[in-house]
């Protein structure tokens, strides 16, 4: 496709920061590789065209892992000195941990950004996930089974750790970023680690090719998790409403429970998602696994269809029990209290 190869205009680049330029300081976290470069480079420039805008920091993550990383920090380092930026590197100094070392390093990337959002007084961190990471996700998830919130895949911007977690090229092609840079003669880091048959996304992201020539290419997967997003959003208005009916909000609701009987007419995929509301929010223990609060709601169900309802379960440290035509979720004892 031929605008899969064409550098990023300033002009489409404005429209990717909208929303932003009132913000009083960014992190730009920048791995070094092509399309957090090309997210640096595009967003100097951004910036530079602005008479008034946010403080722009780079920030690398030295997880420790490889021996090159610290080099490329320091690549990064120079290219943001000629763009004028503050860079800074972040070391992951904590246990490695044996398994799960991808979804470890990852926690401590997001810890170590809010830090650093925190400590510049920055409202954003901006990553540069593309649209090939979006169907990635999205790939990754179907095969997992997800429900649809988490076929949505990533948004555009999402809270973490009280800073904004911003995601602006995330409709742009990763090709795209690369010809961007070619254009400007900017380098980046290669990071074996993307290709390691080790890992699942590399394992997914060499299928992709074969994906694509079956009509499943990138934009067709991104525009997928954009639909399903969109549905996702709609329920999601919906079980507020549900909600709200229910009075699941009201204070005295962990002790009386609410009224089992509209609970139990309401559309099944509502009742699963009000149940995990209200445990995530009380339990402390969570967020629940929406299998184990499929298996709650079977459970819940059959004890409404019995003359005489009674059930007491535990799920991601709340207890939910029925009994006397109510449903109470409160918060579990603590759980050495609850073994001894
Ligand atoms: N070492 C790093 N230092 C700073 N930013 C990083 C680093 N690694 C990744 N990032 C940021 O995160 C974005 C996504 O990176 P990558 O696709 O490698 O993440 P991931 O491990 O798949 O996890 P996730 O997609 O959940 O962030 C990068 O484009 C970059 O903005």
Same mark, same amino acid.
């Given at each position: +496709?031929?605008?899969?190869?064409?550098?990023?205009?300033?002009?489409?680049?404005?429209?990717?920061?909208?929303?932003?330029?009132?913000?009083?300081?960014?992190?730009?976290?920048?791995?070094?590789?092509?399309?957090?470069?090309?997210?640096?480079?595009?967003?100097?420039?951004?910036?530079?065209?602005?008479?008034?805008?946010?403080?722009?920091?780079?920030?690398?993550?030295?997880?420790?892992?490889?021996?090159?990383?610290?080099?490329?920090?320091?690549?990064?380092? $120079?290219?943001?000195?000629?763009?004028?930026?503050?860079?800074?590197?972040?070391?992951?100094?904590?246990?490695?941990?044996?398994?799960?070392?991808?979804?470890?390093?990852?926690?401590?990337?997001?810890? =170590?950004?809010?830090?650093?959002?925190?400590?510049?007084?920055?409202?954003?961190?901006? %990553?540069?996930?593309?649209?090939?990471?979006?169907?990635?996700?999205?790939?990754?998830?179907?095969? $997992?089974?997800?429900?649809?919130?988490?076929?949505?895949?990533?948004?555009?911007?999402?809270?973490?750790?009280?800073?904004?977690? %911003?995601?602006?090229?995330?409709?742009?092609?990763?090709?795209? =970023?690369?010809?961007?840079?070619? !254009?400007?003669?900017?380098?980046?880091?290669?990071? &074996?680690?993307?290709?390691?048959?080790?890992?699942?996304?590399?394992?997914?992201?060499?299928?992709?090719? +074969?994906?694509?020539?079956?009509?499943?290419?990138?934009?067709?997967?991104?525009?997928?998790?954009?639909?399903?997003?969109?549905?996702?959003?709609?329920?999601?208005?919906?079980?507020?409403?549900?909600?709200?009916?229910?009075?699941?909000?009201?204070?005295?609701? &962990?002790?009386?429970?609410?009224?089992?009987?509209?609970?139990?007419?309401?559309?099944?995929?509502?009742?699963?998602?009000?149940? !995990?509301?209200?445990?995530?929010? %009380?339990?402390?223990?969570?967020?629940?696994?929406?299998?184990?609060?499929?298996?709650?709601?079977?459970?819940?169900?059959?004890?409404?269809? !019995?003359?005489?309802?009674? =059930?007491?379960?535990?799920?991601?440290?709340?207890?939910?029990?029925?009994?006397?035509?109510?449903? $109470?979720?409160?918060?579990?004892?603590?759980?050495?209290?609850?073994?001894?």
């Amino acid at each position: +496709m031929p605008d899969d190869q064409s550098a990023i205009l300033a002009r489409d680049a404005k429209r990717l920061f909208a929303g932003l330029s009132s913000a009083p300081a960014i992190v730009l976290a920048v791995s070094g590789g092509p399309d957090s470069i090309a997210l640096m480079w595009l967003a100097a420039r951004w910036r530079r065209a602005l008479a008034r805008g946010p403080r722009l920091v780079a920030v690398t993550v030295d997880h420790g892992l490889r021996p090159e990383a610290a080099r490329e920090a320091r690549d990064v380092k $120079r290219l943001a000195r000629s763009l004028d930026l503050p860079h800074h590197t972040l070391r992951w100094s904590g246990p490695k941990p044996g398994t799960g070392l991808p979804a470890a390093a990852r926690e401590a990337r997001y810890r =170590l950004l809010a830090q650093a959002a925190r400590k510049h007084g920055a409202t954003h961190i901006l %990553t540069a996930h593309t649209r090939d990471d979006q169907a990635e996700t999205l790939l990754m998830r179907l095969l $997992r089974g997800s429900g649809i919130a988490g076929l949505s895949a990533m948004a555009r911007e999402t809270a973490r750790d009280g800073v904004w977690l %911003t995601r602006p090229l995330l409709e742009i092609s990763k090709a795209d =970023l690369i010809a961007t840079l070619k !254009k400007a003669r900017i380098g980046f880091a290669d990071d &074996p680690t993307n290709r390691d048959p080790a890992f699942t996304r590399p394992r997914l992201r060499a299928l992709m090719p +074969m994906l694509a020539e079956e009509g499943g290419d990138a934009r067709n997967l991104a525009r997928l998790a954009a639909r399903i997003a969109r549905a996702n959003a709609a329920l999601e208005v919906l079980v507020d409403g549900a909600e709200h009916y229910l009075a699941l909000k009201s204070e005295d609701n &962990p002790r009386n429970g609410f009224d089992a009987a509209p609970f139990a007419a309401m559309p099944e995929e509502i009742r699963l998602r009000l149940l !995990k509301r209200v445990i995530d929010r %009380t339990g402390h223990e969570g967020p629940a696994e929406l299998g184990k609060v499929e298996t709650l709601l079977a459970a819940v169900d059959e004890a409404l269809g !019995k003359r005489e309802p009674k =059930l007491k379960q535990t799920l991601a440290g709340a207890v939910i029990s029925v009994g006397g035509g109510r449903i $109470r979720i409160g918060p579990a004892p603590p759980r050495r209290a609850r073994s001894r």
